[in-house]
């Protein structure tokens, strides 16, 4: 079965740090980039980072740019958001996400995964 | 950064009815040398992630119903529900590909009258 499994959300501090982890499967995990998107509670989608399927090439939001880092390890099909200096404002649920086509660079997005919950609060 | 504006930003259809949701871009999604437009659309019901359903502005995604299509090029789009059905209350985004930083439309929720 294709699906996305995300994992590592919970509670942290202002200023503190989270990695959380997406687990993918049924599908050539290193052919497709993929990326993070988030949705605070009662709001809208909001894009924060993107990998291509080799891992050499990414994108951040610029509301995350210096604070946050994609990955991936193309050996255990895992994509990766490590989340530092955390904010009030980045409470979200994370969604992982998959591009809809193979290695063409083209990011709309075909598989979500159920999304992790991120609580930045004191 | 490339702007992505919903209208409405809510409707409520009887159901059977015709459902149309617009989005316009801050600039042009089209790319003219492959004459496609970066434009796809999700749906989201609550609690639940988000679901592709239309992409390339037109190209409706598989297993999708075909009471959903999209219409439009450049910088103003259309998703249309021809005949809503109750399964069919959600939220609906806009989102164009066409240069990062990708970007959403701020949704429209859809229900029944």
């Known amino acids: 079965e294709v699906q996305l499994l995300e994992s590592g959300g919970g509670l942290v501090q202002p200023g503190g740090s989270l990695r959380l982890s997406c687990a993918a499967s049924?599908?050539?995990?290193?052919?497709?980039?993929m990326s993070w998107v988030r949705q605070a509670p009662g709001k809208g989608l909001e894009w924060v980072s993107a990998?291509?399927?080799?891992?050499?090439?990414?994108h951040n939001a610029d509301s995350v740019k210096g604070r946050f880092t994609i990955s991936r390890d193309n050996s255990k099909s895992t994509l990766y958001l490590q989340m530092n200096s955390l904010r009030a404002e980045d409470t979200a649920v994370y969604y992982c996400?998959?591009?809809?086509?193979?290695?063409?660079?083209?990011?709309?997005?075909?598989?979500w995964g159920r999304g992790t919950l991120v609580t930045v609060s004191s | 950064d490339i702007v992505m504006t919903q209208s409405p930003d809510s409707l409520a259809v009887s159901l059977g009815e015709r459902a149309t949701i617009n989005c316009k871009s801050s600039q042009s999604v089209l790319y003219t040398s492959n004459d496609k437009n970066y434009l796809a659309w999700y749906q989201q019901k609550p609690g639940q992630p988000p679901k592709l359903l239309i992409y390339?502005?037109?190209t409706r995604e598989s297993g999708v119903p075909d009471r959903f299509s999209g219409s439009g090029s450049g910088a103003d789009f259309t998703l249309t529900i021809s005949g809503l059905q109750a399964e069919d209350v959600a939220f609906y985004y806009c989102q164009q590909y066409h240069s990062p930083p990708w970007t959403f439309g701020q949704g429209t929720r859809v229900e029944i009258k």
């Open positions: 390339w502005a037109s």
């Open positions: 996400a998959k591009v809809g086509k193979p290695r063409l660079g083209i990011w709309y997005f075909d598989l």
């Open positions: 049924g599908f050539t995990f290193s052919d497709f980039g």
């Open positions: 990998i291509t399927g080799s891992g050499n090439n990414t």
